[in-house]
């Protein structure tokens, strides 16, 4: 009868541990629709057409919105009850690592998004095909996220998770490292440029345009419980 009792304890035990591994799969199933959804509205290789049941409540194409998806999902991979030993988070593992860190990957990837997308927009002067310099305003909320992809950045968690279990993540992690940098320059720059589509040069101050970029800043803060801090020159 003991046996029976503690075999039957096993079993509801490995049923519920492979309930909570089955909701965290899910998880992880919708941080990806997410970002795809995010990045494309077509069907691909690395995104399938799964995105679509999630698609009418995404921001698409809206880069302020795409960097709180890759955190949301970063903060998943990292979080504590994530099970990163099943076949799909380990899938979603090399995902991150190879497509989502692929800057030249046709059809959008995040990193292509964020390295090479969204670098353009601070081009100056623009080429004569996109002879228009974004507003500072819009500027403002493309460096809003930045600045959140910067300061809630935490590789050590999300390496250390992800090592725990065998896998690799340093191809991403490499890359996120490498934007930082880059297009908070590129902040700056426009900043310091009076957000003129011209060759950068000293400038007399232009405290309109960069009262209009921190409000643009700030827009996109307060929709999110200001939990970024302004780091930009005032």
Known sequence: MKSVLWAAVLTLSAARELDGCGASDANLLFRRQRICASLTQSPSYYCGE??????????????PSQATYM???LAALSGPTTCLNTSYAKDTVEWMNTAMSNETLAGGSFMGTWLDFQVGYFQ?????TA????????????????AYLKQLWEPTLLETAVQAVGLN??????EYNKAIPL???????????????ASVAPRPPCPASVDEFHVGFERENILRGDIVQYPFSQ
């Open 131 to 146: 002879p228009r310099i974004e507003s500072p305003s819009t500027l403002g909320r493309k460096c809003w996220a930045f």
């Open 71 to 73: 955190h949301d999902m």
């Open 124 to 128: 100056t002067p623009m080429p004569p």
């Open 169 to 174: 993540i340093s191809f991403f992690i490499s």
């Open 50 to 63: 799964s995105w679509k049941n999630v698609s009418k409540d995404v921001a698409h194409e809206d880069w």
């Open 183 to 197: 297009t908070f320059a590129l902040c700056e720059k426009v900043i310091h440029n009076c957000f003129l589509n």
